[in-house]
């Protein structure tokens, strides 16, 4: 039973080293932010949009558009 664990545990470790090797941009990871504010709209692509409480589900290249009058621009 437990060599079976054994097997297992390497052959998910040998799975993910050779996905790192194969392909490494599948090693980055975005970091988003634990916050969110509370946002009037967002535009991107020149088309205003319901608004995202940060630019990690906003996307890249949108500004999103604060009520107390201030933006953030993502990138």
Not at 34 to 45: H, K
Not at 54 to 67: D, E, L, Q, S, V
Request: glycine share 10%.
């Amino acid at each position: 039973m437990a060599a079976n664990r054994v097997g297992v545990l390497f052959l998910l470790l040998v799975c993910g080293v050779f996905l790192l090797a194969v392909k490494p941009e599948h090693a980055t990871a975005k970091i988003c932010p634990q916050y969110c504010r509370v946002a009037e709209y967002m535009i991107c692509g020149g088309k205003k949009q319901p608004a995202a409480c940060n630019c990690c589900f906003a996307g890249k290249g949108c500004t999103i558009y604060y009520g107390d009058g201030t933006k953030s621009v993502c990138s």
